[in-house]
Structure formats: C-alpha cells, structure tokens
C-alpha cells in the first residue's frame, strides 16, 4: 500500500481506537479532547511521513504519538490535575502505564464506548450519529447521508450529545447486565446502519464502500467475542453481514457500476463468507425471540441460492410479510416487490410498488423502470429518467443510462 493510501486506511482502522482509548481515559464529558487529539496524531503523520518516509511500524508510530500528545495535554490541563496527581508516577515513568494502547485494552474499550454512547439519556438518533462518528470514523457528510438530513441537523445533534453526557457523567465501562438488552438494540441498529451506508453507498461518488462493511462486521463479530453480548441477534445481524458481503464481488463491474442481482456472475460469490453466515444463522436460532435481522438474514440467505424457482421466491416475499408486520420500512417493502414480482408477476408488483409511492428515492424509480421493461417501454423510460434525476453518484448514473438506451 503507497503513502497516499496508508494513511486514509490508518485513519479508518486506527482512529477509532485511539479515540475510544484517549476517551475512556479522560472520562466521556471529553469526548471531544479525545477527538482532537486522535486527529492531531493523524496530522503529524501527515506532516512528517512525506518528508521523513513511513516508519518501519506505521501503527506503532501513530500509537506513540497518541500517547505523547496525550501525556503533554494531561500535563498542561488544570482540570484534569487531580487525576495527575493521583498518575504522577505513570506520567513520571512508562508511558504505556499511563495511556494503555494494548490489543485487549482497544478491544475492550470500544466495547464500552459503544454501550457508553448508547446511554438513554441522549436521543436514539443521536447515540447512532455519534457512534458512526467517533467508533466509525464517520465524516459529517456520511452521517447526514445516512440519516437523510443536512450538516447543519447533524452538528446540533451531536453537540447536543456531547454536552448531555458530559453532564450525566456517564462511565465508559459495560452496564449491567439488565441494562446490556435495553441498550443493545440501539448498538445494533448502529452497525446495520453502518454496514448499510457501505452496502447502498452513495458517497464518495461510488456504490458500495466495502470499508465500512468490514468495519460494521468487525465489530460485531467484537460482540459476539464477548461472553456478555454474544446474543442471538448479534449473530443474526453477523449472519446477514456475510450473506450479502459473499456477494460483493458480483455486485459491481470493472468501472464500478453495478449488476443487478439476477446478471451477477455467482462463481464470484465468495463461498466461505456464505458459510460463515450459515454458521452465524444457526447460532442465532438458539433464543427464542425472532429479530428483524433473524428475518432478513434468512432473505439474505435465499439471495445466496441462485435457483430462479418460484418456491424460493414465494419463499423470500412470505419473509418480507413476516418483516414488515414485525417492523414497517419503505425500503423492505420496495425489496418486497421485486418478489413479489418474481413470484406472481410484474403487473401485481407495479400495482403494489406504486402505492410506496416512494418519489425521492431514485431505486423506487428504477424498480418500476425494470417492472414496466416488458409491459410498456414508454413508461419503463419515463421511470428511469426520473431516477436518473434523484441519483447521486455517478457510477449509478451510468447504470440507468444503458437502461434507457436498451428500451
């Protein structure tokens, strides 16, 4: 990996960590301290490895760094004298004494930010925006993308944030074990949403971010690491992950654009990943509450069976039922009429899709432009041009435009 690539993939893998390190350290009321001096770590790499070349151990260097600007912030900060006082040794002696930057210590401390970002004292909204912003490494831009808002909305929100936990003094440690169910299912919604920004990606111009997949997978795979979060919807939410990164691969063409899911070449799907999920849905079976992630992980299985039957498509639209009675989404319910054209034919799906009515999304435009392909061309034209119009990236852009020029 060259100079110019290291350091955007350091800032996503490492920064997060040393965020959460810095910030369990200080105590949650300085998040942002914690922020500013992760990103002063990321700024003296970028300063100095042009001119002086990469270290040896690029990580280790940025770790070190992290734990000098920690130590002279610590030192020059009048509020946090009675915590040198109590540390004067660690500050006077081994430095990893006094910021633990060890793997365990990464682990464990993302762990609890995780469950500390998703106090209840704060909005649900903002537990996520902050938790993409801090864990993930979220820039503004991709958190107001992710929540269809602007960047205006989403500063307030996570200024707000800040301020309420440094007032509740939150500890960033696991809560108790009644409280990890309650706060569970927003660390959850977290990921999904974060594996789904990466998935359906519409920033940096490109259609799926595979990173932040990874990311969202890695730490769940962290949860389920932990003898106290290893639930069974943690693995469905697992299970789901790797069904759909299985067939990353397939999704995209050599310039970026994507295939749809019935042109996907299935010799690219990534067979381990496919298996992992199956391992993951298994363990998932253990409790005995069914999740929304249960449900769409079983979707995202069939998606992996490339068998065009009607079987397994009326199997797949009685699943999008059982989702969407359990929890409405317009998104689920715009999936569920692509088998529901599979399964009983385009003209029932148009007639369903329709009543979305889902004008400001351009894959509810795309759809009906797919569904009227061989029912009325001129229709099919019109519904894409007007996806045409709401798509962001360009790559998308492209793919509608051969779409119109096949008609």
């Known amino acids: 990996m060259t100079e110019p690539e290291l350091i955007p993939h350091l800032f996503r893998t490492e920064f997060r960590k040393i965020t959460a390190v810095l910030c369990k350290h200080f105590g949650i009321a300085h998040i942002d301290v914690a922020e500013d001096l992760a ?11 042009p001119y002086k070349g990469l270290p040896k151990n690029p990580t280790g260097w940025l770790y070190a760094v992290a734990k000098h600007k920690a130590i002279n912030y610590f030192k020059r900060q009048e509020i946090f004298t009675a915590i040198a006082s109590s540390q004067k040794n660690d500050l006077d002696g081994d430095s990893k004494a006094y910021l633990d930057l060890s793997e365990q210590n990464i682990t464990d401390s993302q762990l609890q930010m995780l469950f500390a970002l998703c106090h209840p004292a704060i909005s649900t909204e903002a537990q996520i925006g902050l938790s993409l ?34 007032v509740e003094k ?31 990606s519409e920033s940096q111009d490109a259609v799926l971010r595979q990173d932040l997949c990874w990311e969202a997978m890695r730490l769940t795979s962290l949860l389920i690491e932990n003898p106290q979060t290893n639930k069974p919807s943690v693995n469905a939410l697992l ?6 990164a299985s067939r990353f691969e397939a999704r995209k063409n050599a310039s970026g654009e994507m295939i749809l899911y019935q042109d996907q070449d299935e010799t690219l799907w990534d067979k381990e990943l496919i298996s992992k999920g199956a391992y993951f849905m298994h363990q998932a079976t253990q409790g005995s509450t069914l999740s929304k992630y249960h449900l769409e992980a079983s979707i995202a299985y069939w998606h992996t069976q490339k068998t065009d039957t009607k079987e397994k498509w009326e199997t797949i639209l009685q ?11 317009p998104i689920a319910a715009l999936n569920r009429t692509f088998a529901l054209a599979k399964a009983n034919g385009h003209t029932e799906a148009i007639k ?24 009325d061309k001129e229709k ?4 894409f041009q007007k996806a045409l119009a709401l798509a962001k990236t360009q790559t998308d852009k492209q793919t509608i435009k051969k779409s119109i020029d096949q008609l």
């Open 239 to 244: 299970s789901l992950m790797c069904f759909h």
């Open 133 to 166: 912003r801090i864990l993930c490494g979220f820039g503004i831009d991709e958190i107001a993308n992710a929540f269809l808002t602007n960047k205006e909305t989403i500063n307030k929100r996570l200024f707000r944030a800040r301020e309420r936990l440094s």
């Open 319 to 329: 699943l999008y039922n059982h989702l969407l009675q359990l929890e409405y989404s």
């Open 170 to 200: 939150c500890p960033i440690e696991f809560p108790g074990l009644s409280e990890i169910d309650k706060r569970l299912e927003t660390v959850l919604t977290t990921l999904y949403l974060l594996f789904s920004e990466g998935y359906y």
């Open 39 to 49: 990103s002063e770590t990321f700024l003296s790499a970028l300063e100095s490895w």
């Open 352 to 375: 369903e899709a329709e009543k979305l009515s889902l004008t400001d999304n351009y894959f509810y435009f795309t759809l009906l432009g797919e569904l009227y392909k061989s029912i």
């Open 380 to 383: 099919a034209r019109l519904n």
